[in-house]
């Protein structure tokens, strides 16, 4: 499984951006698709996440700003992020977690990464 994120960039505080994350593999639909960020010094952080079904939750710090989505058809995972804050700055990495139980939160639940792409809010 490969997955590729891409979308990011430098916007001023109050835009808005969408990432999208292209993934290989046929049982795509199945999996549990998650955003997670990370802001240098800190610790990967978990944004929101999507089941096969459509099912999602997010981090409250996002919760009414950002939407997450998917299309099972294109292998495609999206999150919209609107009102955005400076805090935001962050890599934004798109990840798997290929056991379809629930969403998960942490880190060690996801074992398929992407790359990452720089989301740069500036104030």
């Known amino acids: 499984v490969q997955l590729q994120a891409s979308g990011g960039g430098l916007v001023q505080a109050g835009g808005s951006l969408r990432l999208s994350c292209a993934a290989s593999?046929?049982?795509?639909?199945?999996?549990?698709m998650g955003w997670f960020r990370q802001a240098p010094g800190k610790e990967r952080e978990f944004v929101a996440a999507?089941?096969?079904?459509?099912?999602?939750d997010y981090a409250d710090f996002v919760k009414g700003r950002f939407t997450i989505s998917r299309d099972n058809a294109k292998n495609m995972v999206y999150l919209e992020m609107n009102s955005l804050k400076p805090e935001d700055t962050a890599v934004y990495y798109c990840?798997?977690?290929?056991?379809?139980?629930?969403?998960?939160?942490?880190?060690?639940?996801?074992?398929?990464w992407g790359q990452g792409t720089q989301v740069t809010v500036s104030s």
């Open positions: 990840a798997i977690d290929s056991s379809n139980y629930r969403i998960r939160y942490g880190v060690s639940s996801y074992e398929y």
């Open positions: 593999g046929r049982t795509f639909s199945w999996y549990t």
């Open positions: 999507i089941r096969g079904g459509g099912s999602n």
